[in-house]
């Protein structure tokens, strides 16, 4: 099946948060949510349940276990039990219910800044405080990691390191030496890592997702990793996601801290979760390579029309992170007040993020052209 991502499918008038955020011309390039129609495999699989009739309570469905199980050891050679999959409804959610599980009120929670925001805020719901290793950040905006820099950061009281692979909003695909040696001092600190790797089937030709607990039997004995067909298939509103948990014990800590207050996930999230995994395949490789299209255009289009701004390389995500610290403004409010255009402001990031802003390419060509277009014309007549 062809299918065609070009085509603009309206979203103001149903209730698209990303649409219905901000007046009605502004065009919104914000929140991780693609305006593609998801696979069709999914909709059919949806339009079945439906057709049904009857929604009761669901149970896990062994076929969805596994389908994830055996996309795990074809794309990653990483062996898993079944019983290691649990499976939870988002991955903010999932994250949140691990801080609970492996932190006492006053410890600490490790990550990398910038970052995805609700990363920011997880340590305090549960009663923990935040602790920063910033990511380091050359002249040429590569973004790496200083592996002593992170070492030096982590504290007496460190409960637990958040990752973020890949990596949201710098758009990095963290290579095996660099998740070695985060591995490794964790290990070495006796510091357990949850690692949300929600973006890892969305990479670009020339990378790879390597997941953390896929590099040897210790690190994943002091791993979970947390993955969802949400953004790769653009299903996030039906709330389906999975953690996995090779350790038993953290296990049982982790399904302990749900008890009672996290749902199961809905049964509308299970059957598009395994039609996804299951035959969502044809669609993911059509979708990247207009991504891919998209992030050249967008790269292009900076370089040539935008001045002063500059973009970090994008290994993996749809999700541009755009330097405008040259500009005499704050370029959030500017490019929303003067292009009206809808970025999300790098600020929200945290530490690092000042005077950048993220923007969604996960749209048609069209609209990735006028928002662009849009940007560029405001920064003439400023």
């Known amino acids: 099946m062809i299918y065609d991502f070009d085509e603009v499918i309206p ?6 948060v990303k649409w219905r955020a901000y007046d009605a011309d502004v065009l919104p390039m914000w929140v991780a949510d693609m305006d593609f129609r998801s696979p069709q495999p999914v909709l059919d699989s949806l339009n079945a349940r439906i057709n049904h009739g009857i929604f009761g309570y669901p149970e896990t ?6 389908v994830v199980h055996e996309r795990l050891l074809r794309l990653y050679n990483w062996k898993v039990l079944e019983d290691d999959i649990v499976f939870l409804p988002g991955v903010v959610t999932a994250f949140n219910t691990v801080v609970h599980a492996l932190t006492q009120p006053g410890s600490g929670v490790l990550m990398q800044t910038p970052v995805y925001p609700p990363f920011l805020t997880a340590p305090q719901n549960a009663g923990a405080v935040r602790q920063e290793a910033p990511l380091a950040v050359n002249g040429t905006l590569e973004y790496g990691i ?7 950061a982590i504290q007496p009281d460190t409960a637990m390191f958040l990752f973020c692979n890949p990596h949201n909003p710098v758009g990095r695909v963290f290579t095996r030496k660099e998740l070695i040696g985060l591995a490794q001092i964790c290990l ?3 510091i357990p890592v949850c690692s949300d790797e929600i973006h890892c089937d969305l990479i670009y030709p020339g990378y790879q997702h390597i997941p953390l607990a896929s590099l040897n039997d210790e690190i994943a004995q002091n791993t979970i990793t947390l993955m969802a067909p949400s953004k790769t298939y653009n299903i996030a509103g039906l709330g389906c996601s999975f953690a996995v948990v090779q ?4 296990r049982k800590k982790l399904e302990a801290a749900h008890l009672g207050l996290v749902g199961h996930v809905n049964i509308l999230g299970y059957t598009a979760a395994l039609a996804a995994y299951r035959d969502g395949q044809e669609w993911l490789d059509q979708v990247l390579v207009y991504l891919k299209d998209n992030r050249d255009f967008l790269q292009e289009f900076v370089n040539q029309n935008l001045p002063g701004i500059r973009m ?7 999700l541009a992170w755009l330097d405008c610290r040259s500009l005499d403004k704050d370029p959030y409010k500017f490019f929303l ?3 009206r255009v809808a970025l999300n402001d790098g600020k929200v990031f945290g530490s690092g993020g000042e005077g950048f802003v993220r923007m969604n390419i996960g749209c048609s060509r069209v609209l990735l052209k006028e928002a662009l277009e849009r940007m560029a014309s405001a920064l003439k007549q400023r």
């Open 61 to 66: 469905d062994p076929e969805l276990k596994r």
């Open 337 to 339: 007040k003067e292009a």
């Open 11 to 16: 979203r103001r008038e149903t209730d698209s």
């Open 146 to 152: 200083d592996l002593q820099a992170f070492e030096d």
């Open 312 to 318: 970090t390389r994008m290994e993996g995500t749809y």
């Open 247 to 250: 350790n038993p014990e953290l």
């Open 188 to 190: 070495y600190k006796g």
